[in-house]
């Protein structure tokens, strides 16, 4: 197994374009497919449980850097057009500021902004609009209409290659985007250190985030790394680390959530789920790690349905393939759900469960169709705050 993804070192966009080497992830689900147990096991040996009833170490893989699912998708790299430091293009003419070059987006506009820092924010109206950051490019302390430093009117709008940090509001929910039109996606931006990531209005269509990067994102429990209310929420290809003043990494009130192929992980930071679904309907994860850190301030590592349940909408959780570091001092729950969880259906399969026993462990068919190890070493991997290379 290769668990040598270390998360503490500086961050550029070039970071943010994964590699192709879906190592001990993808090597859990080749295994599956061939009958296996859905561990990491290649050899006969027995997993340990996790309750002292086995005792076996697993054997980690032996060739761990071997790509075994060729059939993932490229990374995209666009071929962004060539844009002097500190220059906005809009459709081939070059502006010096912020101001002007919005004013000339129309429909279908493709905006790519030059190297360096920004202190200008952009309010996008039109529909079909890209906007492309070159290698550099970082919007730092801005936010324009008390919201954020991108306000998205516009519908299917795309924002790619841009970094964002230092956003504040007086209502402590300053975000990198606003997503106020339907059907966006975020595509290899950086979001960091601010008040939010990304927050979207009731009835904004879907949000798509891929291949990007949110870090110590978080206000007060209120502001968060992503706060959907979309229609739909699909992540993929994603890290989301470090949420903190007990934000959550991903919060999300949309109908239908997809993650899949990402790293959610709380490391040092005192976030509080990894994942809350408030309203319920279809919450999928799948392909993933997950990591509840010691010093989160939530028990539950995802939530569901906690905050009312929406009425006329499918109510299921499907956790699949995923692996889930339990590390939190005082105790662990994976699925926290309401008093009244008769109509959700709950299928949690074929994940690795690392660390201190939980406390649902014995819900859900789990011990039966999941493989439980004691600790990180059971597992193969280093101290902490090391996360196994999914190849992301």
Same mark, same amino acid.
């Given at each position: 197994?290769?668990?040598?993804?270390?998360? *503490?070192?500086?961050?550029?966009?070039?970071?943010?374009?994964?590699?192709?080497?879906?190592?001990?992830?993808?090597?859990?689900?080749?295994?599956?497919?061939?009958?296996?147990?859905?561990?990491?096991?290649?050899?006969?040996?027995?997993?340990?449980?996790?309750?002292?009833?086995?005792?076996?170490?697993?054997?980690?893989?032996?060739?761990?850097?071997?790509?075994?699912?060729?059939?993932?998708?490229?990374?995209?790299?666009?071929?962004?057009?060539?844009?002097?430091?500190?220059?906005?293009?809009?459709?081939?003419?070059?502006?010096?500021?912020?101001?002007?070059?919005?004013?000339?987006?129309?429909?279908?506009?493709?905006?790519?902004?030059?190297?360096?820092?920004?202190?200008?924010?952009?309010?996008?109206?039109?529909? %079909?609009?890209? *906007?492309?950051?070159?290698?550099?490019?970082?919007?730092? &302390?801005?936010?324009?209409?008390?919201?954020?430093?991108? *306000?998205?009117?516009?519908?299917? *709008?795309?924002?790619? &290659?841009?970094?964002?940090?230092?956003?504040?509001?007086?209502?402590?929910?300053?975000?990198?985007?606003?997503?106020?039109?339907?059907?966006?996606?975020?595509?290899?931006?950086?979001?960091?250190?601010?008040?939010?990531?990304?927050?979207?209005?009731?009835?904004?269509?879907?949000?798509?985030?891929?291949?990007?990067?949110?870090?110590?994102?978080?206000?007060?429990?209120?502001?968060?790394?992503?706060?959907?209310?979309?229609?739909?929420?699909?992540?993929?290809?994603?890290?989301?680390?470090?949420?903190?003043?007990?934000?959550?990494?991903?919060?999300?009130?949309?109908?239908?959530?997809?993650?899949?192929?990402?790293?959610?992980?709380?490391?040092?930071?005192?976030?509080?789920?990894?994942?809350?679904?408030?309203?319920?309907?279809?919450?999928?994860?799948?392909?993933?790690?997950?990591?509840? &850190?010691?010093?989160?301030?939530?028990?539950?590592?995802?939530?569901?349905?906690?905050?009312?349940?929406?009425? &006329?909408?499918?109510?299921?959780?499907?956790?699949?393939?995923?692996?889930?570091?339990?590390?939190?001092? %005082?105790?662990?729950?994976?699925?926290?759900?309401?008093?009244?969880?008769?109509?959700?259906?709950?299928?949690?399969?074929?994940?690795?469960?690392?660390?201190?026993?939980? %406390?649902?462990?014995?819900?859900? %068919?789990?011990?039966?169709?999941?493989?439980?190890?004691?600790?990180?070493?059971?597992?193969?991997?280093?101290?902490?705050?090391?996360?196994?290379?999914?190849?992301?």
């Amino acid at each position: 197994m290769n668990t040598h993804t270390q998360l *503490v070192q500086p961050v550029t966009l070039s970071f943010l374009r994964p590699r192709l080497r879906w190592s001990a992830l993808l090597l859990t689900l080749s295994l599956a497919a061939c009958g296996g147990s859905g561990g990491s096991d290649s050899s006969s040996s027995i997993p340990d449980s996790g309750d002292g009833n086995n005792g076996g170490i697993v054997t980690p893989p032996t060739d761990p850097d071997t790509p075994v699912n060729p059939d993932l998708p490229d990374v995209p790299d666009p071929d962004v057009p060539d844009v002097a430091d500190g220059m906005i293009m809009v459709d081939g003419t070059v502006y010096k500021d912020m101001a002007s070059a919005q004013a000339a987006i129309q429909p279908g506009s493709l905006v790519v902004i030059g190297a360096g820092t920004y202190k200008q924010g952009l309010h996008i109206t039109q529909d %079909n609009v890209t *906007v492309q950051g070159s290698e550099g490019t970082h919007f730092s &302390g801005v936010a324009i209409q008390g919201k954020a430093t991108f *306000v998205v009117d516009g519908d299917a *709008v795309t924002i790619e &290659g841009i970094e964002c940090s230092g956003v504040s509001v007086p209502d402590q929910n300053g975000a990198c985007v606003r997503q106020q039109g339907k059907d966006l996606t975020l595509s290899r931006v950086y979001f960091h250190d601010s008040e939010q990531g990304i927050l979207s209005s009731s009835g904004s269509g879907k949000l798509t985030i891929e291949y990007s990067l949110f870090e110590r994102l978080g206000k007060a429990g209120r502001a968060h790394a992503v706060y959907s209310n979309n229609d739909a929420l699909e992540i993929r290809y994603s890290k989301f680390y470090s949420s903190k003043d007990q934000g959550h990494e991903i919060k999300s009130r949309a109908p239908y959530t997809l993650i899949e192929y990402s790293e959610i992980a709380s490391l040092s930071g005192v976030d509080s789920r990894l994942v809350d679904v408030a309203n319920g309907g279809q919450l999928i994860i799948r392909d993933s790690v997950l990591e509840q &850190g010691p010093k989160t301030s939530n028990y539950q590592l995802i939530g569901f349905g906690l905050e009312g349940m929406k009425s &006329g909408v499918t109510q299921s959780v499907q956790l699949e393939n995923n692996i889930v570091l339990m590390e939190r001092q %005082n105790g662990n729950v994976l699925l926290g759900l309401p008093s009244d969880s008769s109509g959700i259906s709950v299928s949690i399969t074929g994940n690795d469960f690392v660390g201190s026993k939980f %406390n649902d462990q014995d819900l859900y %068919n789990i011990k039966a169709n999941n493989t439980l190890y004691s600790d990180r070493s059971s597992f193969g991997l280093g101290p902490f705050p090391e996360l196994p290379n999914i190849g992301i």
